[in-house]
């Protein structure tokens, strides 16, 4: 079982819906959650990050984080065309090195 | 840019060919971590420094990978006797110090190499 899990997709919403990215790791002591973007052929660039449980927002973005379950999402409202990317999520470890899923590629669909 | 910057972009090597790979971190940043990532894969991590220190090597594949940090900035990733299994996107990533709050990775655009 890989440490981070994340549905490969893709995911096809149209242009306005919410997408919901989700992601589950195995590690229970994990305390730093990220959502990196990474469009075809270029570099992982950060979305957002979380560390406490619950819900943190920005702009249309909403990341959501369950220790006890162990899943972290990413919520895209009011999707856009150029949301359509592969969506990394990833966990820091107690060595500083970020663990990646295999990331789940999003289709908005216009 | 002040952004991560690596070279060369793209490297063609035949098989049993030596290469060396660059990554210029963001001035200040102490911390370097080295990725591969395949087609279709997220990165996976090979090594990480703390300045010039290489504190993690755990992710390197074999004994023919290499990576230093000699001075604590610019970083090269060495790959001896190269094989077709090294094709992959290699990224460079820095941050600013490994504490919580300045933790956040930033990735350098990757050189891809392709091993024929």
């Known amino acids: 079982q890989k440490e981070v899990e994340q549905n490969s997709g893709p995911l096809s919403v149209p242009e306005g819906a919410i997408a919901s990215l989700n992601c589950t790791y195995s590690?229970?002591?994990?305390?730093?959650f990220f959502w990196y973007r990474q469009y075809s052929g270029k570099s992982p660039e950060l979305i957002m990050f979380i560390y406490s449980n619950g819900d943190k927002e920005d702009g249309r973005f909403t990341a959501q984080l369950n220790k006890a379950s162990q899943y972290v999402s990413l919520l895209i409202r009011d999707s856009q065309p150029s949301d359509s990317a592969t969506y990394l999520c990833?966990?820091?470890?107690?060595?500083?090195?970020?663990?990646f899923g295999s990331g789940t590629r999003l289709l908005v669909r216009p | 840019g002040a952004g991560v910057s690596q070279s060369p972009r793209y490297k063609v090597a035949k098989r049993g060919q030596d290469v060396a790979l660059r990554c210029d971190p963001i001035s200040g940043h102490v911390s370097l971590f080295w990725y591969q990532q395949a087609l279709g894969q997220g990165p996976e991590f090979l090594t990480y420094?703390?300045?010039?220190?290489?504190?993690?090597k755990s992710g390197l594949p074999s004994d023919r990978f290499f990576a230093e940090r000699p001075e604590g900035s610019v970083s090269t990733l060495k790959i001896q006797r190269t094989q077709q299994e090294d094709s992959a996107v290699y990224l460079c990533?820095?941050?600013?110090?490994?504490?919580?709050?300045?933790?956040?990775?930033?990735f350098g655009p990757g050189t891809r190499l392709t091993v024929l």
């Open positions: 590690d229970r002591g994990s305390q730093s």
């Open positions: 990833a966990v820091m470890d107690s060595s500083y090195k970020l663990i």
């Open positions: 990533a820095s941050s600013l110090a490994p504490r919580l709050a300045d933790n956040e990775q930033f």
């Open positions: 420094f703390q300045n010039e220190a290489q504190l993690d």
